[in-house]
């Protein structure tokens, strides 16, 4: 497979040849590296949130929107299907490096494919997949925009230079914070079947979809809502290889956590992601085709939680 940065990379040019389409602001920073500003300051949008989810995957993945319902009111969907769930969603859309720094404050969390290129997770082992390029894309997920420390801490964990560090960023509160988060359905689905011990080279193919949750600038209730999107509407499904007795235990209706909205999950954790149990973060609902096989079907979505959560009013 070609280098997955370097797949990246590709988009994040498009994403500045068309930066005012889109409305992201790209800038370099002294350190040359370069900042994309997709929903801090910049008010991005929905097609910004579909190429970002794109950049997440290393072009790996289709992405795209469709209208659906929630509780009978109209609301956009993201759907999220790939043939290379593995490294796609795994080696590079999952969201698994910690950016926290105390001087100057900044905290953050990164996906995308310059994990590749450290492969310190488990996930890369189980996987068999480690990058080689001298160009690196992170997105980073945080409410301030980073800064050369951000960028050379990126640059030396992933062994390139400064100038061929890409950082697209976006707030949870954004457009484009709820786009991408209602693109990882599947990611959770198939990360979930890895944490349960199932070999991720067996999962042929992922099919995501998850509503789009309305936009609050408040931090809080933007990670409540984009979450209870994914854990109470979120429907996966996903193509295997090989049978598993633990198929059950995917979706979020598995958890003790289910019914509970996330933003009181969150509060109960101190509102530190990590303090989170890991199996909280799962789709509603889950289809799982055994090729030659079984097709079984778990979960249940919970629209009256999401009408409750949007704040829809009807």
Same mark, same amino acid.
């Given at each position: 497979?070609?280098?997955?940065?370097?797949?990246?990379?590709?988009?994040?040019?498009?994403?500045?040849?068309? $930066?005012?389409?889109?409305?992201?602001?790209?800038?370099?920073?002294?350190? +040359? $590296?370069?900042?994309? %500003?997709?929903?801090?300051?910049?008010?991005?949008?929905?097609?910004?949130?579909?190429?970002?989810?794109?950049?997440?995957?290393?072009?790996?993945?289709?992405?795209?929107?469709?209208?659906?319902?929630?509780?009978?009111?109209?609301?956009?969907?993201?759907?999220?299907?790939?043939?290379?769930?593995?490294?796609?969603?795994?080696?590079?859309?999952?969201?698994?490096?910690?950016?926290?720094?105390?001087?100057?404050?900044? %905290?953050?969390?990164?996906?995308?494919?310059?994990?590749?290129?450290?492969?310190?997770?488990?996930?890369?082992?189980?996987?068999?997949?480690?990058?080689?390029? %001298?160009?690196?894309?992170?997105?980073?997920?945080?409410?301030?925009?980073?800064?050369?420390?951000?960028?050379?801490?990126?640059?030396?964990?992933?062994?390139?230079?400064?100038?061929?560090?890409?950082?697209?960023?976006?707030?949870?509160?954004?457009?484009?914070?709820?786009?991408?988060?209602?693109?990882?359905?599947?990611?959770?689905?198939?990360?979930?079947?890895?944490?349960?011990?199932?070999?991720?080279?067996?999962?042929?193919?992922?099919? +995501?979809?998850?509503?789009?949750?309305?936009?609050?600038?408040?931090?809080?209730?933007?990670?409540?809502?984009?979450?209870?999107?994914?854990?109470?509407?979120?429907?996966?499904?996903?193509?295997?290889?090989?049978?598993?007795?633990?198929? %059950?235990?995917?979706?979020?209706?598995?958890?003790?956590?289910?019914?509970?909205?996330?933003?009181?999950?969150?509060?109960?954790?101190?509102?530190?992601?990590?303090?989170?149990?890991?199996?909280?973060?799962?789709?509603?609902?889950?289809?799982?085709?055994?090729?030659?096989?079984?097709?079984?079907?778990?979960?249940?979505?919970?629209?009256?939680?999401?009408?409750?959560?949007?704040?829809?009013?009807?």
């Amino acid at each position: 497979m070609e280098s997955i940065n370097r797949m990246a990379v590709e988009l994040v040019d498009e994403a500045i040849d068309f $930066a005012d389409e889109l409305r992201v602001v790209p800038y370099e920073l002294d350190s +040359g $590296a370069t900042v994309l %500003d997709f929903g801090v300051d910049a008010e991005g949008g929905v097609e910004a949130g579909l190429l970002l989810a794109e950049i997440q995957t290393a072009g790996l993945a289709t992405v795209q929107t469709r209208m659906d319902e929630v509780a009978g009111a109209p609301i956009p969907h993201v759907e999220l299907q790939t043939d290379h769930p593995a490294v796609a969603v795994l080696c590079s859309q999952k969201a698994g490096w910690e950016l926290t720094f105390e001087d100057p404050e900044f %905290d953050g969390l990164g996906s995308g494919p310059a994990r590749a290129l450290v492969g310190e997770e488990d996930e890369f082992q189980a996987v068999g997949y480690y990058d080689e390029f %001298d160009l690196t894309v992170l997105a980073v997920e945080a409410i301030d925009l980073p800064d050369d420390n951000v960028a050379e801490h990126v640059a030396e964990t992933a062994g390139v230079e400064p100038s061929g560090v890409f950082l697209p960023t976006f707030a949870s509160g954004s457009t484009v914070g709820s786009v991408t988060t209602a693109a990882r359905a599947a990611e959770l689905a198939v990360f979930r079947l890895f944490e349960l011990g199932y070999d991720p080279r067996d999962i042929l193919s992922a099919f +995501g979809s998850a509503p789009l949750a309305p936009v609050s600038y408040d931090e809080g209730v933007a990670m409540g809502r984009t979450n209870d999107a994914l854990a109470y509407g979120g429907e996966v499904h996903l193509t295997v290889a090989e049978e598993f007795d633990e198929f %059950d235990r995917v979706p979020s209706t598995a958890r003790e956590e289910y019914g509970k909205p996330f933003e009181q999950i969150f509060d109960d954790a101190g509102w530190d992601f990590y303090d989170v149990p890991a199996e909280v973060f799962a789709p509603a609902k889950v289809t799982i085709d055994v090729v030659n096989g079984p097709t079984h079907v778990f979960g249940e979505t919970d629209e009256e939680l999401l009408a409750e959560s949007f704040d829809l009013r009807t």
